[in-house]
């Protein structure tokens, strides 16, 4: 009997992309797509394709809450909650390590969508005459930081830690958290939001007017575990943290 190559006896086969050989290493298979031979990939074999995953670098179940063709897992403003962004110039990234499309004086952008109080739970230290102190925690969040160099990247968040110092060194933190490593912080060095007061159980609630002109100088990407970090001092650059909040 003849095999595909037309050698008698041979062991030579016809794979399902038409190449005849004795070599069953290189066989054609199917693509993501179910196409044979095929080029189409799936980065994070969620079972949806490069081309039509709506987070092609996290494995998601493709919901799109707010229809914005980015799925919830990769999508740093989607669901209930608050959208907040902020915007710095980069003034320093200590130690160097940074990947390629980051770099000094890159306008660096943090968003995520922080939820709401159904969704978060509220602890406190309580507040008095020195200030307060304020952490809620959540089911793991995206967040995206982009670098005006091109760099952009999405990670999670489970953790807001709120430090309101009334006296030395009068100042305010909003420190965003991953577990108990800190992913973000920004801070008003001058304390004027939340000046008086206790701090709404919501943390939705808790973030009304950090969009006020002027508030914040300096935010910090510290990227715990991430083995690179930079630094923001905006009131050397652009004077204060460009922040928006939606809705």
């Given at each position: 009997?003849?095999?595909?190559?037309?050698?008698?006896?041979?062991s030579?086969?016809?794979?399902?992309?038409?190449?005849?050989?004795?070599?069953?290493?290189?066989?054609?298979?199917?693509?993501?797509?179910?196409?044979?031979?095929?080029?189409?990939?799936?980065?994070?074999?969620?079972?949806?394709?490069?081309?039509?995953?709506?987070?092609?670098?996290?494995?998601?179940?493709?919901?799109?809450?707010?229809?914005?063709n980015?799925?919830?897992?990769?999508?740093?403003?989607?669901?209930?909650?608050?959208?907040?962004s902020?915007?710095?110039?980069?003034?320093?990234?200590?130690?160097?390590g940074e990947?390629?499309?980051?770099?000094?004086e890159?306008?660096?952008?943090?968003?995520v969508?922080?939820?709401?109080?159904?969704?978060?739970?509220?602890?406190?230290?309580?507040?008095?005459?020195?200030g307060?102190h304020?952490?809620?925690?959540?089911?793991?969040?995206?967040?995206?930081?982009?670098?005006?160099?091109?760099?952009?990247y999405v990670?999670?968040?489970?953790?807001?830690?709120?430090?309101?110092d009334r006296?030395?060194?009068?100042?305010?933190n909003?420190?965003?958290?991953?577990?108990s490593?800190?992913?973000?912080?920004?801070?008003?060095?001058?304390?004027?939001?939340?000046?008086?007061?206790?701090?709404?159980?919501?943390?939705?609630?808790?973030t009304?007017?950090?969009?006020?002109?002027?508030?914040?100088?300096?935010t910090f990407?510290?990227?715990?575990?991430?083995?690179?970090?930079?630094?923001?001092?905006?009131?050397?650059r652009?004077?204060?943290?460009?922040?928006?909040?939606?809705?």
């Amino acid at each position: 009997m003849q095999d595909c190559a037309g050698t008698w006896g041979g062991s030579a086969v016809e794979d399902e992309c038409g190449t005849c050989d004795d070599d069953s290493t290189n066989d054609c298979v199917q693509d993501c797509a179910g196409t044979w031979g095929g080029v189409a990939v799936d980065t994070d074999e969620d079972g949806a394709c490069d081309t039509v995953d709506n987070c092609p670098d996290i494995a998601n179940d493709q919901t799109d809450t707010d229809t914005d063709n980015v799925g919830d897992a990769c999508d740093a403003c989607s669901g209930a909650g608050a959208c907040l962004s902020f915007e710095s110039t980069v003034t320093a990234i200590p130690g160097g390590g940074e990947p390629s499309g980051a770099a000094v004086e890159d306008t660096v952008t943090f968003a995520v969508n922080v939820p709401d109080g159904a969704n978060a739970t509220f602890d406190t230290t309580g507040c008095n005459g020195a200030g307060c102190h304020a952490v809620w925690g959540f089911a793991p969040v995206a967040y995206e930081i982009t670098y005006s160099s091109g760099y952009s990247y999405v990670g999670e968040i489970d953790g807001v830690d709120l430090m309101v110092d009334r006296t030395a060194p009068n100042e305010t933190n909003i420190i965003f958290l991953d577990g108990s490593d800190r992913i973000y912080q920004v801070t008003d060095s001058d304390n004027e939001w939340h000046t008086a007061g206790s701090i709404p159980v919501d943390l939705v609630q808790a973030t009304v007017g950090v969009d006020a002109t002027d508030l914040f100088e300096l935010t910090f990407f510290w990227n715990e575990g991430g083995g690179w970090k930079s630094y923001h001092y905006d009131y050397t650059r652009t004077g204060h943290t460009v922040v928006t909040r939606t809705p």
